[in-house]
């Protein structure tokens, strides 16, 4: 059967999958050997060059995925990320970025790439004229994520595609707050794309992994350094995320229903001043995300009115967890002025929206109705403990 014609829950479920041989069990069969034969093999396999059996295998269930020819599996997200940008820039280069990026992306090129000799450029708004104007002749990337970590900023793909072909350079975007269920930049003519595995395609908050999808030419090159570099996952590991991205498709339309009706409960909320999501009409990004992206994600972020305490707030949560990370099948809050974008300064958080009060908010399965309950016995705790302060 063609991949092109499989629908989304069956690429997650079969494609890339291996075949039990000797047992015919159901799923696809662990290979923990750390050490292949090299005399008469088709490839000489070994876990740091990205080839062993559960390894490959599950590369093409994220290449299919992605639409994309093939794909590489790595330790993290940021490892994803710094191969794939350190595969393309060298000293003397030059990368235009998006201003609003996962905080751990912003701290690898401020604190690492002035001393490697790239220069970098953030882009000042989400329109393709800020980033246009930001190339110079010795630009060979522009790098993107959409939706944002965490104000879900929505950035046209095929605007950024269209210039980064017109100028000889390369797309890359983060596309793990979307995750392949919702959005293929590939089909909008992004060269490459990375995600955090940990996120989306793990969901079950117990694997840490990065993936890469682009054309084959492209991997090569990135594997040519990746490598070296040495970030590849344990096949255990990789045998786990293949279980775990098999019910993704199921596990993100839950969570992308769940955003959605918690988004517009929140919006019209008394103690809300703003909401953050692409599936509000309000969200300046909105028209856009329809036309690039299948559901608008499971992610949000909202602030509190300024009398309400947000830490206390997120302390107080009984169901929801005041946990790090997203995107697992429970729902957790944090402050990303703590956790993802901590590593920022206060200045660098300001310039990118990010106050104190900020709670981003990831939805997992649970039935809707027991969130809300939980936040409204949480928000009714906060104002009791306020009124009481006041005495």
Known sequence: ????????????????????????????????????????VDKKRYPRYFNTPNQEA?????????????????????????????AFLKSGDHVVLQRELYGGTSNLISEEFERFGIAYTFAEGMQISDFEK??????KVIYIETP???????????????IAQEHGIISMIDNTFASP?????????????????????????DICAGAVAASTAYIERIFGLAKNLGG???????????????????????????AQKMAEYLYTHKDVKAVYYPGLPSHPGHNLAKSQMKG???MLSFELIE????????????????????????????????????????????????NDGLIRFSLGIEELDDLITDIEQALEQVRNKKQIANL
């Open 1 to 40: 059967m063609d991949k092109a014609k499989k629908g989304l829950n069956t690429i997650c479920t079969h494609t890339g999958s291996l075949k039990d041989k000797e047992f015919k069990g159901a799923v696809s069969p662990l290979y923990m050997s750390s050490s292949y034969a090299f005399e008469d």
């Open 181 to 205: 269920v919702n959005q293929n930049p590939i089909d909008f003519g992004i060269d490459i794309v990375i995600h955090s595995a940990t996120k989306y395609m793990g969901g079950h908050s």
């Open 232 to 258: 590849s996952l344990s096949d255990y590991t990789v045998w786990l995320l293949e279980r775990s991205i098999k019910t993704m498709g199921i596990r993100v339309k839950v969570q992308n229903e769940n």
């Open 58 to 86: 599950l590369g093409k269930k994220i290449a299919a995925l992605e639409h994309a020819e093939a794909a590489l599996i790595f330790g993290s997200g940021m490892a994803a990320i710094s191969t794939s940008l350190m």
């Open 148 to 162: 944002s970590n965490p104000l879900l900023a929505i950035t046209d793909l095929r605007g950024i595609a269209q």
């Open 296 to 298: 608008f994600g499971g």
């Open 307 to 354: 009398t309400l305490d947000a830490s206390r707030f997120q302390k107080t949560l009984q169901l929801i967890k005041a946990s790090m990370s997203l995107a697992g099948i429970e729902s957790t809050v944090l402050s990303p002025s703590k956790t993802s974008h901590a590593l920022l300064s206060e200045e660098e958080r300001k310039q990118q929206g990010i």
């Open 134 to 139: 930001e190339i110079r002749p010795n630009t």
